[in-house]
């Protein structure tokens, strides 16, 4: 019986080391938290009892948990400090089943107000507020010269800045004969000067009078190279802020830090009591700090935004950052606006950040600070991007200290400062659209890539046009013996109507680019040869433009290029111009014609050239006969940035259809006909419809001279089933645009 009880006891002892043990080795199941607007923080947090705030699910989770959160808008600010992931379980914060949520930095402002004078408005505020907005529209801070988003007019210099008179004035007193019809005192507002080619300052105004023409301003911190001798008065544009008698146009407005009264002219005049009117008075609705492994997903940001400081693996994906950054110049703050941030100790701290398929629009200050080394930005649209411009120089995105950086696949457009992209170590840019830069600085280019951050990095497969700034430009220093670039890899690229794409220093790969129209010389090998690094080993090959020259306006009969030159397709030499040799370029076909004297006329670059067609490469940056069509820049939820672009004329006859893909999409159905409804309402079995493509190029049979055609083209997604049929794949289809082209004559 003992012997019995024996074997018994060990036989559960045996039974409980295996249920505990495989208890231990049994991963925990990551928990699901949801928020929702009309929870409870006192609630466990299910989907039938959520919690209120982000926060409060914050504090609950675990490495590998998630969070999901209701559709709504929030105002709350989120601290995750210290909060430690790993790379297979990390903290998610994400939308629930795509719905639109948003974290909000306004107040409402619902509240009695009373006329000012004209159509001016004025109420009182407990809270100060350093933005303005009427429903989801930004009003203007009050100003002289006025400029506004809405018309464009912030960028446009001749009308949104004034210049000092000249032959008048020295730094720290400005002279205009317009201030002395001015009927208030400037004395305590602010001047903001986009000064000498890419400097900008913003200071007080210390002394002015009623009808003086004059005005002094604090020049502390004010360097000397801002002087009219050295730059000139044409780089010296300011503009005035923070006084009530600058507001003098509909959707302007202003905020009297003092009396706490807030000023609004509306647009129509209309009294503000009867508009939706929301205040900022937050800089970040998610701080982020000491931290590694988190992921925000599909969390979009109103009138505020993110700073993650000293944090890792930290990835921000499908959101929208509407007004993020904005200064506080209007309550009188002059310090470093607040603006969205990735960033680590330093540049050579590991940081792995990702920002993935987002959207910015409409800052004051640039669109994102980022350095540490391995970032990734991708699949980004960022547009209307620093009306400013004062903070820390003149960079619309400066990845200087971002090393090891992949920047790709992302469109920009309309920005103010000097530098679109100023590159980092060892970057890699590539297949991205820029354009319409610089507008309110001096100088600069889209791409910028400077001395140290030269060897290695790759800059490919891009599109950068109308522009008043460079392309792309590998700078130096403009003295003698100064340190140089070296080793820079520029291949791929379209130019057009831009000041030049521009190249210092020395043994570079510079090949297959396409350059044009632009107001310089178009595609220039620097040959200044009482600079050091003149280019005499830097390899200019298969490359096509109108103007090829060693100098940037004088041509290549006077200014040779440097170094070794070959296989390139220069019209100037040869009488002609790049359309004799491409498709269409006037609408975005940049292919080589069959009869192009670029087939199979570049010659093979070792460990650089990849792929070609036929007996050689082509000359320039497609290839005759390609199947696909690369076109840079975002990808949509839907298909996009079609060629020939949306409503263009004089076509040409024998015109192929080409079409950005839809984002994480391969596979497209077109459809195509001459009658714009039917196109819109067409199906799988209406005669308009032309196939399902895995190649973004369609041609349509013989196009008739004059007439005007319309297609469409359906995305098909993949994606897998949940449920009873989880692991199945289904095509879920996302409907085009209608586009439309007319033939030439």
């Not at 303005?132 to 529209?137: A, E, I, S, T």
């Not at 935004?305 to 703050?333: C, Q």
Request: net charge positive; glycine share 8%.
């Amino acid at each position: 019986m003992l012997l019995l009880n024996k074997l018994k006891m060990n036989k559960l002892t045996v039974f409980l080391i295996v249920v505990l043990g495989a208890a231990l080795i049994t991963p925990a199941i990551a928990t699901e938290y949801f928020v929702a607007i009309n929870g409870s923080d006192g609630n466990k947090g299910s989907i039938e009892k959520p919690l209120k705030t982000i926060q409060a699910a914050a504090d609950k989770m675990s490495p590998g948990d998630i969070t999901f959160i209701r559709a709504g808008n929030y105002f709350e600010q989120v601290t995750l400090s210290r909060v430690k992931g790993t790379k297979d379980k990390p903290f998610t914060f994400k939308a629930y089943q795509d719905e639109k949520i948003t974290l909000d930095g306004t107040i409402a402002i619902k509240q009695k107000w009373q006329k000012h004078s004209g159509n001016i408005y004025k109420t009182a505020l407990k809270q100060p507020i350093w933005q303005l907005f009427v429903g989801d529209k930004s009003m203007t801070s009050a100003r002289w010269p006025n400029g506004n988003w809405y018309d464009g007019s912030v960028w446009d210099k001749s009308k949104s800045m004034m210049w000092p008179e000249k032959g008048r004035g020295k730094l720290g007193t400005y002279f205009n004969e317009e201030l002395s019809h001015f009927d208030f005192d400037l004395t305590d507002g602010i001047i903001v000067v986009n000064s000498g080619s890419f400097k900008t300052y913003q200071t007080k105004i210390t002394k002015h009078q009623k009808g003086d023409d004059h005005f002094s301003y604090n020049t502390k911190g004010v360097k000397s190279h801002f002087s009219f001798k050295k730059s000139g008065v044409s780089r010296h544009g300011y503009f005035l802020e923070g006084k009530l008698g600058l507001l003098d146009e509909e959707n302007e407005w202003f905020f009297d830090n003092k009396t706490k009264q807030l000023y609004l002219w509306a647009e129509n005049g209309v009294n503000p009591e009867t508009l939706n009117i929301r205040g900022k008075v937050q800089s970040y609705a998610v701080n982020i700090k000491h931290s590694k492994y988190i992921n925000l997903q599909g969390i979009n940001f109103f009138a505020t935004t993110f700073n993650i400081n000293r944090s890792s693996f930290i990835k921000v994906e499908d959101s929208e950052l509407m007004y993020p950054s904005y200064s506080k110049r209007m309550l009188g703050d002059n310090s470093p606006i607040e603006v969205t941030k990735m960033v680590v100790k330093k540049e050579h701290s590991l940081a792995n950040n990702q920002l993935k398929n987002c959207t910015i629009a409409y800052t004051d200050g640039p669109a994102l600070e980022m350095n540490g080394t391995g970032n990734r930005v991708e699949n980004c649209y960022m547009h209307d991007i620093d009306y400013s411009c004062t903070y820390k120089g003149g960079y619309t995105l400066n990845m200087v200290n971002a090393k090891e950086l992949i920047f790709r696949r992302n469109t920009i457009h309309t920005t103010g400062c000097s530098e679109l992209f100023k590159a980092g170590v060892r970057n890699r840019i590539e297949l991205n659209d820029l354009s319409d830069s610089g507008y309110l600085q001096n100088d600069g280019s889209m791409i910028q890539v400077s001395v140290k951050q030269q060897p290695n990095s790759i800059v490919r497969y891009n599109w950068v046009h109308n522009s008043v700034k460079q392309g792309i430009r590998f700078d130096n220093k403009n003295t003698p013996n100064a340190p140089y670039g070296n080793s820079g890899n520029v291949f791929n690229n379209v130019a057009w109507n831009t000041e030049r794409i521009y190249f210092k220093g020395d043994n570079h790969f510079i090949f297959n680019n396409l350059s044009f129209d632009n107001h310089k010389n178009d595609l220039i090998i620097s040959s200044n040869k009482a600079i050091q690094g003149h280019n005499h080993q830097t390899i200019t090959r298969n490359n096509i433009s109108n103007k090829f020259s060693g100098h940037r306006t004088k041509p290549r009969s006077k200014y040779s290029v440097p170094g070794i030159v070959d296989h390139n397709w220069d019209g100037v030499t040869l009488g002609l111009d790049v359309r004799s040799q491409l498709r269409d370029v006037d609408n975005l076909d940049f292919r080589p014609k069959a009869d192009s004297m670029l087939v199979d006329a570049g010659a093979r670059i070792k460990g650089k050239t990849n792929y070609y067609l036929g007996k050689a490469p082509d000359i320039g940056p497609y290839e005759f006969g390609a199947l696909d069509y690369w076109i840079p820049g975002f990808q949509a939820q839907q298909a996009s940035k079609p060629v020939p672009p949306i409503s263009a004329i004089k076509v040409k006859l024998d015109a192929d259809l080409m079409w950005l893909n839809a984002y994480k999409s391969t596979k497209h159905q077109v459809y195509f006909g001459k009658d714009k409804k039917a196109v819109e309402l067409a199906n799988t079995q209406s005669s308009q419809y032309q196939g399902e493509f895995s190649h973004n190029i369609f041609t349509p049979e013989k196009l008739e001279a004059g007439k005007s055609y319309y297609w469409r083209v359906d995305a098909l997604l993949e994606r897998k089933v949940a449920g009873k049929a989880k692991g199945k794949v289904q095509n879920k289809i996302v409907k085009g645009d209608v586009w439309s082209f007319t033939v030439e004559q």
